[in-house]
């Protein structure tokens, strides 16, 4: 269960969503200095854009995560269509691979997570854009966030009370350490005050919780509702208690499709953006959420539509903002772990100009 888990959000602590570029019939690529197609005409079937004049293929290698959200449902909606987009899903063996040919180009559009060994890879020269949201908790129903064993829900009521238990955690130089650290500090109280536990896999945390082997853990949905229906544990708090802007996972670009495809990176976005707002729309607003459901089903591992009324689903921002002075903080504390070697670039490395471009276009999500 752990590996199909691990698929299905976005926490395996290693870059997931991959989009891959290939061509049916790939238009010319401007230079940077040519002028981008941005006219705006209601009279087109986009509603905004004119399609590209040649189809374009983007093959998204992603693997059932619930943060590529956006893609699925733009695709199913026909959204990538409008624009003459045409996709197609694949995925990497590794994100070892990944990094590399998305500087290179080979790969257009990735979704990955903050962790020491990604900012690594870019302060040691692999070119990638940070360009916008994959994924955040939403405040109250927070996906990633701690649980406690039900034998311990008259023992730890309050984050103080974590002294001395048992806490598992998948990884230290990670977002699941940035997240860790934040609630130990809520709770004042430092790793000294309790007994951290590192396990990989996040389904083998359920049997430790029911065992008693462990006394809470940074879990994720859909793990968190299985395991509240079978009374093994309780949601504990909220993560947005103490760390209410962590920027989870990311959407990043290659160099070469921000700068010289232009045209096809700006109605990817809209594109993306639009199947990222009628998530929302079905998920906060409550409309036309059974039809965003079936298309969840289809493209990831939670195949019962009864358990998306259950589970506290992944936050996707409907304008595609980040949490950037969050994504410092994370990086500031693995650098004080050590974990980093080099220099990390923000202003090199992220690049919102695609994503501002595409929000311009659509007006401001409401």
Not at 185 to 200: F, P, Q, R, S, Y
């Amino acid at each position: 269960m752990g590996k199909w888990v691990k698929r299905l959000l976005v926490i395996p602590l290693v870059l997931i969503a991959m989009v891959i570029t290939g061509c049916t019939e790939k238009s010319t690529s401007p230079t940077n200095n040519a002028k981008v197609d941005n006219k705006v005409s209601k009279e087109n079937k986009s509603g905004d854009l004119a399609p590209l004049k040649k189809k374009t293929k983007v093959v998204i290698a992603e693997d059932g995560a619930a943060s590529g959200a956006g893609f699925y449902i733009a695709n199913e909606k026909g959204y990538f269509a409008d624009y003459n987009i045409e996709v197609e899903f694949a995925q990497f063996a590794n994100s070892d691979d990944m990094l590399p040919a998305l500087a290179a180009g080979e790969v257009d559009i990735a979704g990955g997570i903050s962790t020491a060994s990604f900012f690594n890879a870019i302060a040691q020269g692999i070119d990638v854009k940070i360009v916008g949201d994959k994924g955040h908790n939403m405040p109250g129903k927070s996906y990633f966030t701690f649980v406690i064993g039900n034998k311990m829900k008259n023992v730890i009521k309050d984050y103080p009370d974590f002294k001395g238990k048992k806490i598992a955690i998948s990884s230290r130089n990670s977002i699941d350490g940035y997240i860790y650290q934040l609630m130990l500090k809520h709770a004042g109280l430092t790793e000294k005050d309790v007994k951290t536990v590192i396990m990989n896999d996040f389904g083998s945390m359920l049997g430790a919780l029911e065992n008693g082997s462990i006394d809470a853990a940074l879990s994720i949905e859909p793990l968190i509702a299985q395991g509240v229906s079978k009374g093994i544990l309780t949601r504990f708090g909220d993560a947005t208690d103490f760390a209410p802007d962590s920027q989870i996972a990311l959407v990043l670009a290659s160099p070469k499709f921000m700068k010289d495809e232009k045209d096809v990176s700006l109605r990817f976005m809209l594109a993306y953006l639009k199947g990222v707002r009628d998530y929302n729309d079905a998920f906060t607003k409550g409309e036309g959420k059974a039809e965003i459901v079936n298309i969840m089903t289809k493209y990831t591992a939670l195949k019962d539509p009864a358990l998306w009324d259950k589970v506290y689903v992944t936050g996707l921002d409907p304008d595609g903002k980040m949490r950037i002075d969050d994504i410092k903080k994370q990086y500031e504390m693995y650098k004080a772990n050590g974990a980093t070697q080099g220099k990390f670039d923000f202003n090199k490395a992220i690049d919102t100009s695609v994503t501002e471009e595409a929000v311009k276009i659509l007006g401001n999500y409401k």
